[in-house]
């Protein structure tokens, strides 16, 4: 069997249960075929219960991954508070080294872990921004983490596929991340520095060095902070309701 555009649509409109979600639909279907073009290219870890990976040349395949890219996008990326308990330790080093009081403690304490909470969703929202605003453009956003280190796909003006990894700053790169793969032009974007090393840098931002067929839609760090806020504050209403 081989991948199936028109049935993998019929299933991605099964799976979507609003006109939000189906408007990713043609992104699900790009990925598909990306990885029917690069099977080596699916991320997936096998267990006892399923050992064979799922394929995009089977329906049960489609289903299956559908499935975990649209339950990604329903995941919500409001930031929750952790479940681990603080160390103790940290406080008497603080209260010993810096001076602060208990009391102070306790509070740096708390919003140290909402800082962590906030750090920790700011790649996944990143990720959201861009898709809002490349939604019409030739870029696929790689929903539910099944491509190898891949966030966005696309194609350039010659029809070749491009795998795009997107990085919320310059030193968050890991091994996997900086994998290059066999038939896939690798681009890489982050979008901030981590330190104050560039002379003449306008900010520490890096939309101005978006890849080339990223840019012109409008992207940039005013909107992302707009993107953000509204997400946010959309979220919580829903949590409180």
Known sequence: MSFNKQRATQIAEEITINADEKLLIPSFIEVCQ????????????????????PSVDNEDGLRILANRYFDAYRRSDFPVKPSTIPDEMVSVIMESAYGYSK???????LEHQHAMCAENCVGNLLERYLES?????????CCGEFVKAVDFI???????????????????ENSSSSAIRDGTRIQKWFRS?????????????????????????????EGFKSFVSSYISSEKAKNKG
């Open 34 to 53: 990306f990885l029917s073009d690069f099977p080596s290219e699916l991320s997936w870890r096998t267990s006892k219960a399923n050992p064979v990976k």
């Open 193 to 221: 520095f981590s330190k104050d090393t560039a002379k003449g840098r306008p900010s520490f931002t890096n939309w101005e060095n978006l890849p080339p067929l990223m840019q012109g839609y409008g992207l940039n760090e």
């Open 154 to 172: 696309g194609k350039n003006e010659k029809g070749e596929w491009i795998a795009l990894q997107i990085k919320n700053r310059d030193n968050s």
């Open 103 to 109: 009391e102070e403690c306790q509070r740096i304490k």
């Open 133 to 141: 605003k490349l939604r019409a453009s030739h870029w696929s956003w």
